[in-house]
């Protein structure tokens, strides 16, 4: 990788809402252990992407950074990995 070269963190979720114009909520989903039991818990962020490829509720997409977009909005989506079935 080349000085000119940013490395852009890519997220996988689940789009959740898409009732904005532009935007659409997709959640993120992983698993780590907890400190002190060591049980595997599930923890879950909400993150708002920039969506121009028109995906829709429960849709599996692919994120990535971006610059800020608006006060909330710093993803983008870059590609849709399934479809919902409906």
Request: net charge positive.
């Amino acid at each position: 990788m080349s000085d000119n070269q940013k490395h852009v963190r890519t997220l996988e979720g689940r789009v959740i809402s898409n009732k904005m114009e532009k935007t659409v909520t997709v959640l993120i989903e992983r698993q780590v252990q907890h400190p002190l039991l060591g049980k595997i818990v599930r923890r879950s962020t909400k993150l708002h992407a920039q969506n121009d490829l028109g995906a829709n509720e429960g849709d599996v997409v692919r994120i990535s950074e971006c610059r800020p977009l608006s006060k909330t909005k710093h993803h983008r989506v870059v590609e849709i990995v399934t479809r919902a079935e409906a």
